[in-house]
């Protein structure tokens, strides 16, 4: 078991998604279950079909979630800097996963393994306040682009980007952007151009 050092962005990000009232002890035993990984550029935390071992915060990088769609990569989710991420149903029922997850950058993490995990869960209230709150937010996220893929055009999801998730659009590279956006790289850049 990692000890992390007493501030640090992990420790921020947990803080904001908590009620101003939870115990700083109780956050701090919860950052040192998690030990730190470095992954390189296009190595893996999880390939698809195989279990999904961890849970983890990115400290620094991008981690490129995809599948796989008749022969071509497809990206699902970007998780950068300072977000959490896994693949969850793998992790959490030890199935097979049906995604990867990439490093696209050099990129380091704070991981936790399931065990852990649950120990946490059922021991300490800041963690688990944490990963409520934590699901609660992504699922909002996540209903929100999948309406925004069924209602809005590329170019309508791309000026959407350029409001509100700008990190995206200066740290990824264009054709996993595309990709995100469910349109061709070409596309991607006629779009750009037309905006310029």
Excluded at 57 to 86: C, D, M, P, W
Excluded at 136 to 142: A, D, H, R, V
Excluded at 148 to 177: A, F, I
Aim: one cysteine or more.
């Amino acid at each position: 078991m990692a000890t992390l050092p007493k501030k640090n962005n992990f420790e921020d990000f947990i803080k904001t998604l908590l009620p101003k009232d939870c115990l700083e002890n109780e956050v701090l035993d919860a950052l040192g279950y998690f030990k730190k990984v470095l992954l390189r550029k296009n190595e893996f935390l999880v390939s698809e079909n195989e279990i999904c071992i961890h849970f983890c915060f990115v400290e620094n990088g991008i981690l490129q979630h995809a599948i796989g769609v008749e022969g071509e990569e497809r990206t699902t989710y970007l998780a950068l800097k300072n977000t959490v991420t896994s693949s969850l149903n793998s992790f959490l029922n030890k199935v097979p996963s049906r995604k990867s997850i990439k490093a696209i950058v050099d990129s380091s993490l704070w991981v936790i393994t399931l065990e852990d995990f649950n120990y946490l869960l059922q021991h300490n209230k800041a963690f688990h306040q944490f990963y409520f709150y934590l699901i609660e937010k992504q699922i909002c996220l996540i209903d929100d682009y999948r309406i925004d893929l069924l209602t809005l055009t590329p170019e309508e999801r791309y000026r959407k980007l350029l409001v509100n998730e700008t990190k995206l659009l200066q740290e990824v590279p264009l054709h996993y952007l595309a990709s995100f956006l469910g349109i061709s790289t070409r596309h991607m850049s006629r779009i750009r151009k037309n905006i310029l």
